[in-house]
């Protein structure tokens, strides 16, 4: 069963930056859009930022626009969620997601996803 991998959460001030990334050990992600989704306690899950496999075109929700980076490295199989600015609405548990397409932020809009990891922005 294929199993996304999120790694790089932690514990971050406000105005400071923190890299996700996202790998998926014997699975190839190069053929899939990869998409990075966000839950906060007691929130509705959101799209932060979504990545193609064609043409590496990106997209981003409004909140994060400015902040956030994706980028991905098919030769590492390693999509990256480069976060910069964070503040304390950024905390959240932050889950990468696959499909043939970039979609919304629900469950059944993607094949695979990670366990997720926890990003707290917090003085």
């Known amino acids: 069963q294929v199993q996304l991998v999120e790694s790089g959460g932690g514990l971050a001030q406000p105005g400071g930056s923190l890299r996700l990334s996202c790998t998926a050990p014997?699975?190839?992600?190069?053929?899939?859009?990869i998409a990075w989704i966000r839950q906060a306690p007691g929130k509705e899950r959101e799209g932060v930022s979504c990545?193609?496999?064609?043409?590496?075109?990106?997209d981003y929700a409004d909140s994060v626009k400015g902040r956030f980076t994706i980028s991905r490295d098919n030769a590492k199989n390693t999509v990256y969620l480069q976060m910069n600015s964070l503040k304390p609405e950024d905390t959240a548990v932050y889950f990468c997601?696959?499909?043939?397409?970039?979609?919304?932020?629900?469950?059944?809009?993607?094949?695979?996803w990670g366990q997720g990891t926890q990003v707290t922005v917090s003085s």
């Open positions: 997601a696959a499909a043939l397409l970039c979609g919304g932020s629900s469950r059944e809009d993607y094949d695979y």
């Open positions: 990545i193609s496999s064609r043409d590496g075109s990106t």
């Open positions: 014997g699975f190839t992600l190069d053929y899939y859009a």
